[in-house]
């Protein structure tokens, strides 16, 4: 998946798929909002999902909410650029919105599980920059499970003992950020960011770029 489009220098450059992934309640959410309040040129991607609404979530900013028939059609339709099932309920990438912002040069957030990430990597390998979010204990994930106070006991106990399955994939990523304190976990995903839209082969538009300075000289 490429694009075209210019970075903030102006040089030509192909978007990224920027990834992070975590157990829930290692600060992933938090993160996810901070990068794209600060961070121009990054786009957040709403999944659709069937699970239900919690409170303060806004459909269509947080998640599209949409019944399993809907969802089901649009995995049909091949509107999903990937998707997967995870605590009983169907997520998934609608595939429209990203493929728009990265041929606009913008690069695109995801907050989705392992499974997700390795569609993606399957689809477009290099463009997609994989991070993921580790808490930095166990009581510290439960701590931040129960202070969310969105999810009933039950889920944060299934919350938890799901939390070591999905960290068994932390070895899958390119990126590994421990969430001690979320200032510095912010300013560590930040700089992953900068570096990897830095990368030689994502300014496409260096050839030009070069040969225009060049030109300038010899002038
Ligand atoms: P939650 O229900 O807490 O919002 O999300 C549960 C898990 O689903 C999180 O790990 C989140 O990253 C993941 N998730 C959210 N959207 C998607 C998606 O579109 N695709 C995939 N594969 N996972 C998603």
Known sequence: MTSGGHGTDGVERRGLMFVLSSPSGAGKTTLSRMLIDRMPGLKMSVSATTRSMRPGEVNGKDYTFVDKATFDAMVKADELLEWATVFDNSYGTPRGPVEAALSAGQDVLFDIDWQGTQQLKQKARADVVSVFILPPSASDLEKRLHSRAQDSDEVIRKRMSRASDEMSHWAEYDYIVINHNV?????????????????????????????????????
């Open 183 to 219: 200032d510095d976990a912010f300013a560590e995903v930040q700089s992953i960011l900068k570096a990897e839209r830095l990368k030689r082969e994502r300014q496409t538009g260096l050839v030009s770029f070069v040969r225009g300075l060049q030109g300038q000289l010899q002038g």
